[in-house]
């Protein structure tokens, strides 16, 4: 066991050498995030907030997933337990937050926090079996194989996450060493990996028999977590089990379902080396990937690399969002069909956009390409960050291009919430984030990058001679960087200054988006004042020269609004622009722009060399707005110019839940003055109810949307929230007298306080007045769940509304999520 501690952390993104031996690596090296020191206007307020205010609330959050560990602590010990939930994953968003909090650490001394994790290390350790088993609901026994767990361990690799919540123990465990020195959850990780495998790869007689499992996790992390646990022990063995993991995936175990149980949905479709698009689950994608650049790289073995070109190719030529969300379907999570991407029904989980800039940063090191670095950087810039507000405290798990203000796309909620069921989301915001600085600078042995620009300074050392590198810049607000070089004496060597995709002919790489507007403002680049040849390599310009205390590299990034079109094959935005400037893409707001976003239009380009550029401030922070003409349609469908305020992308939501647009239609008839009137297919003309609560919408249930399910997580509804134990009511009038076949209700039910009625009827009414329905004789007013409850007329009837009169359950508010009627031909 390593016992000496080395002060260089490791990061989830930065992959520096750490003590042991390693035979191969990345031919760049990052500056870890602890040797640079952030003065950032734009990431110094962010840091902070997460010392502040995310970690400390993530604690607060996870508490669940520790009192799962003392469970399975008090179990090994002896004690009686009772009232233990089985949970499958609980225990990844606590070590997640556990490592998000020892980067902290090693950002600024904080003797509370590291005592909290000093007592969060104990409990883990005595949480694990002796013979390196760590997962509580397998260690008590109960009810793991009724939550798809297995009937005993690693039964179920596939839907356990067995594999993948130890793998973020190892990364914890290495953040929390490198932090403090600290050894005790390093031989947690030890231990488990040691065991794992004895289990995967050798054979261990207490399982499968005692003949090796040899079957990959099925969610990607643990590859990752080894290839980490390699570099900071210099033990080759961690390394060789995440090349047999990968080794492994597609070959000895591929299921032959559908939907998540699909071949593609954890990418075992075929070998990893003969992959060629992406597919599936869209986070386990992007850690499967990374974890291929790290393994081909240390291992040699190019068959990865090759794979991974073509991807990458797959991805940001067919498969990525302009704010670099990844996996825009719902269900799987993940990749659909090629040009799939739609805005309002967008999935791009969270955690897949941090898989974005984790893939692409490996791939950047890997190939001293600065395209895919501008990959990372709009993910980073546009979908990460919009995951969190600037607060700190409320999150985003799904990310979407469009929102109507009042569609609970967020599991549940229509704009953020302040934690989730799942909470990979928010547990990843918290261990990225103070990684951010160690994206800034890289070197090899004669070239100093600058690949992220951001106010902060470090220093380098090549050949013994230390280069003190300090950039002065509001980057991304501004794209003015001035960048003093001062070694410590005179030598040559080159510093390369990337170009960012979106300062040339397109937003970002890739055969997706393209600037349909010109630009007259060039990029520039000065050494103490002589202008550069603006020749670029993979993105970069380099300076080569012999280097003296005082020189200044003055890099000028014009930000001009841009508008961007996007590839004809992708349906969604067929006719339609997108704004953005520097590194943000630019939405509109319905807080800004006096109603819904939906009703704004560009029948010609906007005059964006007019734009006005301002800053807003608000309690939690500020940002940079910006104001350029527009037209409109209007209630009576006439149509006017108007302006249009737009806002960078990640800085939506802070005000308020209202509506949101990133794509605009070229063409007035696509235009939507108010999203949620009813659709003119809709049955019902006019839809009212007793009391609506704000969040919602009355014509949610007449609006044809299918819900999936009763709990209305991703489904427009209406509730009566917060009138509890109250009478309601809720009309849909007809177009036109007609005969009615049949009436269904879809009914809601979370698990907070809207349940299904405890009784409810119907009235018709006929000739201005309201009469009972008249139900036939074996129907009954149901309240079943996941479904429409449907009734009929005992008779022929003929109508013009019904009404649906609902008595709640004891401190309870109802819900509608959808109501279907048919009526008889004539």
Known sequence: MLRSCTRQLLPLMTLALFVGTVTADYPLRPVPFNEVEMTSDFWRPRLETQRTTLVPFAFERTQPGVEHLQTARDFLAGKKVEGHRAHRFIDSD?????????????????????????????????????????????????????????????????????????????????????????????????????????????????????????????????????????????????????????????????????????????????????????????????????????????????????????????????????????????????????????????????????????????????????????????????????????????????????????????????????????????????????????????????????????????????????????????????????????????????????????????????????????????????????????????????????????????LTLPMPVRISECHPSVEANQNRIALSRGPFVLCAEGVDNGGATQRFFFAEHPKVADAEVSTKMIDAGSFLQVRTGAQAVTADKSVEDTPLVLTPYYAWNNRGVSSMTVWFPRDPKLAVFDPHLLPKESAFSKVTASHTFADDTVTAIGDGKEPRYSNGKKASRWTSRPQKNKQQWVEARFHATKSLRSIGVYWMQDRFDVQFPAEWSLEVEQNGKWKPFELYVTDRYDTRANRYNVVHPAAPIRCDAIRVLMTPKEDACVGILEMMVEFEKE
């Open 94 to 554: 606590l070590y997640k937050v556990m490592e998000g909090a020892a980067y902290l650490l090693q950002l600024r001394r904080d003797p509370a926090l590291e005592a909290k994790l000093d007592e969060l290390a104990t409990l883990i350790a005595g949480a694990q079996e002796d013979n390196g088993y760590l997962y509580p609901s397998h260690t008590t026994g109960v009810g793991a194989a009724a939550n798809r767990m297995g009937d005993a361990p690693y039964t179920n690799v596939r839907q356990s996450h067995e594999l993948y919540n130890v793998g973020h123990l190892y990364e914890a465990a290495i953040a929390y060493y490198q932090a403090t020195g600290k050894t005790k959850l390093l031989d947690v990780a030890e231990k488990s990996a040691q065991h794992i495998n004895s289990v995967f790869f050798e054979g261990d007689p207490n399982y499968n028999g005692g003949k090796p499992i040899r079957q990959a996790p099925g969610h990607q992390e643990m590859e990752l977590a080894l290839v980490k646990l390699h570099r900071v022990t210099g033990k080759r063995l961690y390394l060789d089990m995440a090349r047999k993991f990968l080794e492994i995936r597609g070959i000895t175990y591929v299921p032959d379902g559908e939907g998540t149980m699909s071949p593609t949905y954890a990418q075992e479709h075929a070998p990893v080396a003969q992959q060629k698009e992406a597919v599936g689950h869209a986070v386990r994608a992007t850690y499967l990937y990374s974890a291929m650049a790290d393994v081909g790289t240390m291992t040699g073995e190019p068959a990865y690399a090759k794979s991974l070109d073509r991807i990458w190719g797959n991805i940001t030529n067919t498969r990525m969002h302009i704010t670099g969300g990844l996996g825009a379907v719902h269900g799987i999570e993940g990749f659909g069909p090629q040009y799939e991407l739609p805005n309002a029904d967008a999935f791009n989980e969270t955690c897949a956009a941090v898989g974005n800039v984790l893939l692409n940063y490996r791939m950047f090191l890997m190939h001293k390409d600065a395209r895919y670095l501008d990959v990372a950087e709009v993910a980073l810039l546009n979908n990460v960050l919009a995951a969190v507000n600037l607060e700190g405290n409320r999150f985003f798990y799904v990310n979407p291009l469009e929102a109507d203000g009042k569609h609970p796309f967020n599991h549940g909620t229509a704009g953020r919430a302040p934690w989730f069921g799942t909470a990979c989301c928010p547990s990843n915001m918290a261990r990225l984030l103070p990684q951010v600085p160690g994206m800034t600078y890289a070197h090899d042995d004669r070239d100093i990058y600058i690949t992220f620009y951001a106010e902060s300074r470090t220093e380098v050392t090549l050949d013994d001679v230390k280069i003190e590198l300090k950039q002065q810049t509001a980057y991304p607000n501004d794209g003015e960087v001035s960048l003093d070089v001062n070694p410590t004496k005179q030598k040559q060597f080159r510093v390369l200054f990337r170009i960012p995709t979106w300062a040339r002919k397109q937003f970002v790489p890739g055969a997706l988006y393209r600037y349909a507007d010109s630009t007259t403002e060039a990029v520039s680049l000065t050494v103490n004042g002589k202008a550069v040849p603006m020749q670029l390599e993979k993105g970069f310009v380099a300076i080569d020269r012999q280097w003296m205390a005082g020189d200044r590299v003055q």
